[in-house]
């Protein structure tokens, strides 16, 4: 079958092919050819940056009297396990 090349460089290869990837290669006599591809992405895992470089640190001091006060109003209430078995008397 022959597929002459357009002005802007394009062939048509028809619907069967659409959307697939092709591998081209040139060969040093001038040929052209087309090999059919599936492409399996590489997943890189970068570390975690969980930690904010002093932000974390930084919030905590700017609120260090809050968080006393939340811990001081949580150490005087029981676990919400425990207040569920009292409320349902076992």
């Known amino acids: 079958m022959l597929k002459e090349v357009g002005a802007s460089g394009q062939i048509s290869l028809g619907k069967k092919y659409a959307g697939q990837l092709f591998d081209?290669?040139?060969a040093a006599d001038g040929s052209v050819t087309l090999t059919p591809v599936k492409?399996?992405?590489?997943?890189?895992e970068d570390a975690a940056s969980y930690a904010a470089k002093?932000?974390?640190q930084t919030w905590a001091a700017a609120h260090a009297a809050d968080i006393d006060q939340y811990n001081?109003?949580?150490s005087q209430r029981e676990p919400?396990?425990?207040r569920v078995r009292r409320w349902r008397g076992t």
Do not use: E
């Open 54 to 56: 002093g932000g974390t």
């Open 39 to 44: 492409v399996v992405p590489v997943a890189h």
């Open 72 to 74: 001081a109003w949580a």
């Open 80 to 82: 919400y396990a425990q």
């Open 24 to 26: 081209l290669q040139t």
